[in-house]
């Protein structure tokens, strides 16, 4: 099983319904601080390059598309570094509303009895999602399934499952990055599935499905959802599927979750793979770029704490977030290190006796995971045998990519990690040394571990 983590940052442009708090809106917050300037200069256009910004309801033209039935987006180059981002644009015949882009609207599940709800499964049940067509109930003829899930810390999550045909094929788990939904990873589960395997896909507390959802008065950071909510995830998901190895996929932020739970005592799981994932700390982006992510991270999660929330839909960044949220990622960000909120868990120690195979996939154009932010994330697990592999625009059919657009062009990277997966699991099982840095299945790519 995989599990795939989202990554940062989503922002919707001029033209966007008014109720999704584009980047213009609540800028003046920004005033008197000179931000608004570095803000400002984000361009509005989608994805796909057109100028054509569609009100609420307007259908796309196919000149782009989302995967799934979610808003997820990518970034672009400006002057505050590689924080900000800007948006995706429609599928064929898909509504803005049919995507789903409103946090407060595509969160449907009731919002009662979530906080001291025990661990456990809720339900499962084949069932077509009343999201939309857009987001595949079926993927390549299977029936999607889902699993509602709530764990001890009072959140409750869906979690999208696809079979395979094999039923002790490994299970996928895949981990959104920070304020991405669960269905913008449609086309890489489709990807995955199609490789043999299960999948399943979740969003991160607060996010998507997910409740309680993220807003003022609500307090949750880092430590609930390494503690609380993957641990709850994984074991329902090893329940659905008691025949197969899970192996957790994160993306971005989900990434760095993955690898915080399973140093300090997730069961079940038997490999990690981080796609465009990396340390946020501000000197693994080199001088000038870091010291940007450095100011703008610290004021962020300043105006956190000021607002008791982070506005990410007004200001273009990281989706709505509780302050421990931000304030955890801006510590990182600023120490290096992986000292959460509330835990007196030593982290760094942890990671540095995590023995799991572990994979870092790389994206060509990615300003938010650069090579030297993995290094550093890399260089906390010492003892797990790394895989390195980079997936260029080349092996994704000449398609752009980023930190984000590489979901919609996933099918190399999807059928990579397959093979990734068959041979470390296989030879594990076979009790093979697993010293070092990991064979490349693919017979491609790079192998380098970087840093030291």
């Not at 465009?276 to 870091?290: K, N």
Request: with cysteine.
């Amino acid at each position: 099983m995989i599990i795939v983590a989202r990554g940062q940052g989503q922002r919707a442009g001029r033209g966007d319904p008014a109720d999704l708090k584009g980047s213009g809106a609540g800028m003046g917050l920004f005033d008197g601080f000179g931000v608004h300037l570095a803000l400002g200069v984000l361009g509005e256009r989608p994805v796909d390059g057109s100028t054509d910004s569609p009100p609420a309801r307007r259908r796309g033209t196919g000149g782009g598309h989302v995967v799934g039935d979610d808003l997820a987006v990518g970034h672009r180059p400006c002057p505050c570094g590689p924080l900000l981002p800007h948006r995706a644009a429609l599928g064929p015949g898909q509504t803005w509303a049919e995507v789903g882009i409103n946090e407060r609207t595509s969160t449907r599940m009731t919002y009662q009895d979530r906080h001291t709800a025990p661990d456990r499964v809720i339900s499962e049940k084949a069932q077509p999602d009343d999201a939309g067509r857009s987001a595949g109930q079926e993927q390549d003829g299977a029936a999607e399934k889902s699993l509602r899930v709530r764990s001890w810390g009072g959140a409750e999550f869906v979690v999208r499952l696809l079979r395979a045909e094999r039923p002790d094929a490994p299970v996928e788990l895949v981990i959104p990055a920070m304020g991405a939904r669960a269905r913008f990873y449609a086309p890489f589960s489709r990807g995955l599935h199609q490789g043999g395997l299960h999948v399943a896909v979740t969003d991160l507390r607060g996010q998507g499905e997910s409740t309680p959802m993220a807003r003022r008065g609500v307090a949750y950071g880092y430590r609930e959802m390494v503690h609380d909510d993957l641990p709850a995830v994984v074991r329902a998901v090893s329940a659905a599927f008691p025949r197969s190895p899970v192996v957790l996929i994160g993306h971005s932020l989900g990434g760095q979750l993955a690898l915080l739970s399973t140093a300090t005592g997730l069961a079940g799981v038997h490999a990690v793979v981080l796609t465009a994932a990396g340390s946020v700390w501000w000197r693994g982006f080199g001088s000038a770029h870091g010291l940007r992510n450095l100011i703008f991270s610290q004021l962020f999660a300043a105006l956190a704490t000021v607002l008791g929330y982070w506005p990410g839909e007004r200001f273009g960044f990281g989706g709505t977030q509780p302050t421990a949220v931000m304030r955890d990622w801006a510590r990182q960000g600023r120490t290096g290190r992986y000292t959460l909120q509330g835990s007196d868990t030593d982290y760094e120690a942890a990671l540095a006796r995590l023995t799991l195979p572990v994979l870092a996939v790389g994206v060509e154009n990615d300003s938010l995971a650069l090579s030297g932010a993995t290094d550093h994330l890399l260089r906390k697990i010492p003892a797990a045998p790394v895989s390195r592999w980079h997936y260029s625009e080349a092996l994704a059919g000449s398609h752009r990519l980023d930190h984000f657009r590489w979901v919609r062009h996933s099918d190399g990277m999807s059928a990579y990690i397959a093979d990734w997966i068959s041979h470390t699991l296989t030879t594990r099982q076979d009790g093979a040394s697993q010293q070092g840095t990991q064979p490349d299945p693919a017979g491609e790519g790079r192998s380098d571990r970087g840093g030291d």
